[in-house]
């Protein structure tokens, strides 16, 4: 078929393949996700991002230094930020402060997810409002919920997107 194109095998040893508009799909992505992560458009300030961890303690909850890490990574501003986790290590309780150092800064937070239990979770872990992708993109076609440059975008478990799918949010 001239348009597919041979991966090579995989571990078991079974050859792999994709199609053409799959490999540009991946490559539109793969720009649009670089192009998001030298922008710098969503900076939160120290002194907001410092307001947000001190009411976070006040309530008890101290991050951890990786927590810590992830909270400066995902508010110093660039347009994509990627955070990777095992289950149960405090994302989602990370995620709520930095809704909260967003909100300081001026910003308007929506979440996403693949499923609605996924955009339920991460609703109810980090406080921040969640429905799934599907749902956001019906409404997007619509000329409902549009994104502006005031908004941050979470998305939940984004490795579980399809290549299209996400194509389409970015």
């Known amino acids: 078929a001239p348009d597919l ?3 090579g095998k995989d571990d078991a040893g079974q050859d792999r393949f994709t199609s053409r508009e799959m490999i540009e799909a991946e490559q539109r992505l793969h720009r649009a996700a670089e192009m998001m992560a030298e922008r710098e458009f969503h900076r939160v300030s120290e002194q907001d991002q410092d ?6 303690a006040d309530r008890g909850l101290t991050l951890s230094g990786e927590q810590a890490d992830a ?3 995902v508010t110093d501003g660039r347009d994509l930020s990627a955070v990777v986790g095992y289950a149960g290590t405090g994302k989602s309780a990370m995620l709520g402060v930095a809704l909260e150092a967003w909100e300081d800064a001026g910003y ?3 979440g996403s997810a693949l499923s609605g239990i996924a955009a339920e979770n991460l609703e109810s872990g980090s406080g921040i409002a969640s429905r799934t992708i599907a749902s956001l993109e019906r409404g997007w076609a619509q000329g409902r919920d549009m994104l502006t440059s005031r908004d941050v975008f979470v998305i939940d478990e984004a490795g579980m997107v399809g290549t299209r799918q996400l194509e389409r949010v970015l």
Not at 51 to 56: E, F, G, I, Q, S
């Open 5 to 7: 194109v041979e991966l």
């Open 51 to 56: 307001k947000a961890l001190a009411r976070a």
């Open 71 to 73: 909270f400066r990574h």
């Open 108 to 110: 308007s937070v929506r």
